[in-house]
C-alpha cells in the first residue's frame, strides 16, 4: 500500500451544517431537551453526540411533550406532521434542507395544477415520505428504470417528474430517459432535483477513479448520498466499501492494493475521514494527500423560526 487519495469535496453539505447548528442551537436557547422528529441527518456518530448533548430523537411528533421544542430533520417533513406538531402546541423549528424544500414546492404546483407527479427515489426513505405527504393522491413513486418501463400513466393527462435530492445522478439521467421516451409531453423541473453536494461529490469520486485501485466511502449504512458514492465507484469496476468510522475497515480490503482512494458522504464529520487516515498512517502509509475537483461554498441561513426565537431571547 503506497498511497491514499483524498476526494474533494467530500463530507458536511450545507443542508447538513445547518441542520446540526440548528439543534446545538435550540439546545443552547431552549436547554435540555430538545426533541427532534427522526434522525436529523443520516449519521450514527452525529445522532450519538447531540443525544449526549440533550437532544432526544423521536419517530413521530406524538412522542414530544406538549409545548416541547422540536426540530424537523433536514430530509422535510409532510404537511400532517406540521398539523400534528401545531395540534400539540408544539415549538416547531423546521431544519428541511431549503434543495428539499423546493422539490416539496414542485410537487405541490404540479398537483395543483392537476398533474401526476412521478417522484424518482426510494421508498421508505423519509425525503420521499415528506415529498410524497405534500400531494400523496397525485405522486407516483418510480425506483428504477424497471419500473419506469413498467409504469401505466395516463397517455392524455398532464404529467410532471420530480426526484429525491440523494441519488445516482447517472441512473436518475437513465430513470427520466425512460419516461420522456414513454410520455414525451413530461415535464421536469427547471433545474435538476439532485442536490449540488450529492452530484459534486459523485462527480469527484469519478474523477478519482483512474487513479485509484479501492475507494473506501465514510458515511452511515443509511445514508442514500453515501451508498450512491459506492455505486458510483462499483458501476466502473473500483471496489468501493461503506465504513461508519475506520473501525469497520476490513484489513483484507487493501491487500494488493497501491492506491485507496477515500471520501465521505454529506452527513460524515470530517474527524471520521481523519480517523481513517490514522488507520493507514498505522499501517504505514505516509502518502496521504488530497485529490482536488471542486470548491463548494454554499451556506443556508438558519431556520426563520430559531432566529425570532433567538431575537426575542436577547
Not at 498511497?3 to 436557547?29: D, F, K, M, N, Q
Not at 423521536?58 to 433536514?74: E, N, R
Not at 462499483?234 to 497501491?258: F, K
Request: glycine residues 6%.
Amino acid at each position: 500500500m503506497k498511497r491514499v487519495l483524498l476526494a474533494s469535496p467530500r463530507g458536511y453539505c450545507a443542508g447538513v451544517e445547518r441542520a446540526i447548528e440548528t439543534v446545538e442551537r435550540a439546545l443552547t436557547l431552549y436547554g435540555r431537551p430538545v426533541y427532534v422528529r427522526k434522525q436529523i441527518v443520516h449519521n450514527s456518530h452525529v445522532v450519538r453526540e447531540l443525544e449526549e448533548r440533550g437532544a432526544i430523537f423521536v419517530d413521530s411528533v406524538d412522542a414530544v411533550p406538549k409545548g416541547a421544542p422540536v426540530v424537523f430533520s433536514a430530509h422535510g417533513v409532510a404537511p400532517a406532521v406540521r398539523a400534528a406538531a401545531d395540534a400539540r402546541d408544539l415549538l416547531s423549528i423546521d431544519a428541511t434542507c431549503p434543495l428539499v424544500t423546493k422539490v416539496h414546492t414542485q410537487a405541490r404546483r404540479f398537483a395543483d395544477r392537476g398533474y401526476t407527479v412521478v417522484l424518482i427515489g426510494h421508498a421508505g426513505h423519509e425525503e420521499v415520505e415528506g415529498t410524497t405527504g405534500e400531494a400523496p393522491e397525485s405522486i407516483v413513486l418510480v425506483e428504477s428504470i424497471a419500473d419506469a418501463e413498467a409504469i401505466s400513466l395516463p397517455a392524455d393527462a398532464p404529467l410532471g417528474y420530480i426526484t429525491q435530492t440523494t441519488l445516482s445522478v447517472d441512473e436518475t439521467r437513465e430513470i427520466v430517459d425512460v419516461l420522456r421516451r414513454r410520455f414525451p409531453h413530461i415535464e421536469g423541473p427547471e433545474k435538476e432535483d439532485i442536490c449540488y453536494a450529492t452530484s459534486n461529490r459523485q462527480w469527484a469520486v469519478k474523477e478519482m477513479l483512474g487513479e485509484i485501485d479501492l475507494l473506501l466511502v465514510v458515511g452511515s449504512h443509511n445514508s442514500s448520498n453515501s451508498v450512491r458514492l459506492v455505486d458510483v465507484a462499483n458501476a466502473a469496476g473500483v471496489p468501493a466499501y461503506l465504513v461508519d468510522d475506520a473501525s469497520e475497515i476490513d484489513e483484507s480490503w487493501i491487500e494488493g492494493v497501491d492506491v485507496a482512494g477515500v471520501t465521505s458522504g454529506a452527513s460524515a464529520p470530517e474527524r471520521l475521514v481523519a480517523g481513517v487516515c490514522d488507520w493507514f498512517r498505522a499501517r504505514g502509509v505516509a502518502d496521504i494527500s488530497a485529490f482536488s475537483s471542486a470548491f463548494e461554498d454554499v451556506v443556508f441561513r438558519l431556520p426563520v423560526e430559531l432566529r425570532r426565537a433567538e431575537r426575542s431571547a436577547a
